[in-house]
């Protein structure tokens, strides 16, 4: 299948401070990527979709000027975590749709734990 | 947000035997996807279907896509310690917004 990387794949940071995590797709182009949630025994909760060349969408309930979200490449998406406190500390997890062939697959990347002290 | 409603929510279950998983949902979905998550990494994708009845199979995992398009079910087949983990499914919707609904999560465990 598909490869998604995602960096770092832990990061501890100060509140106040913030962090930029990495989605990549390694050997397909992601014209979509989704940015996902996850906090411990639960399922993934979409935050937003990013589009390569435009703005992303995002979930009710996220703030877009907490979690920045940029698409400039068809192979990078990034997310960053702006002044970021200790409630925002949890695993976050991206994916890039992939239209291979016309038929619609997500693969994910490996994930990112975030940790705010 | 939206998630399916997918059940069991855990099961325990002896090495060897088969387990069954479903998921349902209110809406017609065009794609279901099933993952399998480890902790502490991200969800890898087991299976995937792109047409009502469709059946597939991938080693010792099947599954089937509902005729109705509301539904899917996973099986696997001889179980063994290393099926552990949290299996979630996906269904894909292209009426209204595009994107993935996920399941609630099954949590497997194995007893060898």
């Known amino acids: 299948g598909a490869v998604v990387s995602q960096h770092p794949s832990w990061v501890i940071c100060k509140s106040g401070t913030s962090v930029k995590i990495e989605c990549r797709s390694l050997?397909?182009?992601?014209?979509?990527m989704f940015w996902y949630r996850q906090f411990p025994k639960q399922s993934l909760m979409l935050m937003a979709t990013?589009?390569?060349?435009?703005?992303?969408?995002?979930e009710q309930g996220v703030e877009k000027d907490k979690f920045l979200i940029n698409h400039a490449s068809l192979t990078l998406s990034t997310l960053t975590v702006t002044s970021a406190h200790p409630e925002d500390s949890s695993f976050y997890i991206c994916?890039?749709?992939?239209?291979?062939?016309?038929?619609?697959?997500?693969?994910f990347g490996p994930g990112t734990r975030l940790l705010v002290l | 947000g939206q998630q399916l409603n997918q059940s069991p929510q855990s099961m325990f279950i002896q090495e060897g035997e088969d387990v069954s998983m479903n998921c349902t949902s209110s809406?017609?979905?065009?794609?279901w996807l099933w993952y399998k998550q480890d902790p502490g990494e991200g969800p890898v994708l087991l299976i995937a279907?792109?047409?009502?009845?469709e059946l597939t199979s991938n080693g010792r995992l099947t599954a089937q896509f509902g005729i109705t398009r509301k539904d899917s079910f996973l099986n696997i087949s001889a179980s063994i310690p290393s099926d552990v983990g949290i299996y979630f499914c996906a269904g894909y919707t292209t009426s209204g917004t595009y994107k993935y609904i996920f399941g609630t999560g099954t949590r497997l465990k194995v007893l060898a």
């Open positions: 050997d397909f182009q992601a014209t979509t």
């Open positions: 279907l792109y047409k009502a009845g």
């Open positions: 994916s890039a749709r992939d239209l291979a062939g016309a038929r619609e697959t997500q693969y």
């Open positions: 990013s589009n390569e060349g435009s703005k992303a969408t995002y």
């Open positions: 809406s017609i979905f065009n794609t």
